[in-house]
């Protein structure tokens, strides 16, 4: 019921010897131009009382990224207004592309990852968030993901 991805699209291993440069499980930094952070975008399951996540990147403006960073550890931070930002994690099962979807990113209280909210567009993905999905649509996210493994096997 969760997929999730190790960083964001454009993170490159070369990055991870650079001073400048951080990919932790929550946040990411490149070359002190860039920042992200891991959020879920959760897509309710109908008939079901499930939630379907996808765990992803979200870019973040050098503000945003210091002011989500300063209360990343603070009681309360669920109270911040939601932080714009652009998704950096590429879905493939969904056409056209994931990269760029406009999101608002709200925090969680302390140990729980940001929710993602999709702007209300017609992407397939949006669409998803905003009208859930079925039991028969997570089992043909698996399946797709089942066979990709087994392909790079």
Not at 25 to 45: N, R, T
């Amino acid at each position: 019921m969760n997929y999730s991805t190790i960083a964001p699209d454009v993170w490159d291993e070369s990055f991870s010897d650079r001073s400048d440069s951080l990919l932790s499980s929550d946040q990411c930094v490149i070359q002190a131009q860039h920042y992200f952070v891991k959020g879920l975008i959760e897509i309710p399951v109908i008939d079901s009382d499930d939630v379907f996540s996808w765990a992803v990147w979200v870019s973040l403006s050098r503000e945003n990224f210091a002011r989500a960073a300063d209360k990343w550890n603070t009681p309360g931070r669920e109270a911040e207004a939601p932080y714009f930002g652009w998704l950096s994690t590429e879905l493939s099962l969904y056409s056209p592309s994931t990269i760029n979807l406009k999101t608002h990113v709200h925090t969680r209280p302390v140990g729980h990852r940001p929710r993602i909210e999709l702007e209300p567009t017609e992407h397939p993905l949006a669409v998803e968030q905003r009208t859930h999905i079925t039991l028969a649509r997570v089992r043909e996210i698996a399946e797709t993901f089942l066979h990709a493994t087994a392909d790079k096997a």
